[in-house]
């Protein structure tokens, strides 16, 4: 008998989590915690990762700040939060309660644009109870250097050596922008690998978790006005446009760094129907994200997920993880 999006072929093991099935909401798309719960019952997704919570509170960039555009959405949103002294009193407290009240399993998410600005927010989250991994958005600008945390191998390792220290009870995912400056392998592996500079004090692996991946640059313009449609000019991509692009992505590093090094991958970019959760399964991912789906069905997760069950069934798989990196490809290409 189906059972939906909690049929147990959907049984998730992400890094040692049991997640109920592998579709996940995606940071900044489904609120901090459990607002969604309105639209979605959030006891049938895997997981919902909160937005990213930067050291300050901030208000975003000024509207428009989201836009349709032909194949997807482009965002410029800024990382709008509520910054980490109003997520430490009023919602920390309360996130195992809450989750529990309602069967949902919350993920945190952190933005900076200093190594500390990480490492404050990511004390604050370690420390919080009933939140099992949390996510770090490296697409944002080093305010150091202006070049992203996630483009340069050198800057997210020693990033991601700093987070592993503070990060001590929690499944640490690492989301990586699709644009990077170089072999996406060696930023993958950077995450993974992640040590302290030569001589430091620290000495333990990095990322338990790959996101794969964040929004793709982009920019739209008013050809009346001649003016760019976003107030911040340029925003991150997202939606069916990216799908194929993150498909690769996930093909590429999971057959190279991460099913070699045993890390677990959430594929992340236009999942609107269960094929494309398939798709990325087939290419590697363990786990599924869906942000963009949101805005146009916010029931569209339900469906992915019962979508998966059967055609994990029809597949003639007794649990969806045997089809993770399942696609059949002709050896001689990549
Ligand atoms: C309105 C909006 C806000 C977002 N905010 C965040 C954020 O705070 N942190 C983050 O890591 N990603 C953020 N993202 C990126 C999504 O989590 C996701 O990586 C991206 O939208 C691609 O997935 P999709 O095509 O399913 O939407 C945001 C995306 C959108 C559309």
Redesign the pocket.
Known sequence: MAKGPTDPILRTDLAGLTLRNPVIL????AGYLDEFQDALNLARVGAVIG??ITRLPRDGHETWR?IESDS??L?A?G?A?MGLDAWTRDLAPSIAHRAAAIGLTPFG?I?GFSIEDYLAVADAMNKAEGLPAV?I?V?CPNVHTGTSFGESPDMLRDLIAELRATLTAKRMIV?LSPLVFGPMLDIARAAIEARARPGGPNNTPGADILCI???MPAMAIDVESRKPRLSNTTG?L??PA??PIAVRLIHIVYKEVAKPAGIPIIG????LRWQHAAEFILAGATAV?????LFVDPRSPIKVASGLADWARRQGASNIGELVGGVVVHPDTR
């Open positions: 995606a940071a900044g798309t937005k990213s989201i997807g959405m965002n949103v990382l939060n998410s933005s996510e958005n697409s989301k991946s964040n929004t991150g997202s939606g990216i799908h992340l970019g236009g999942v994200g869906m942000g963009t789906a």
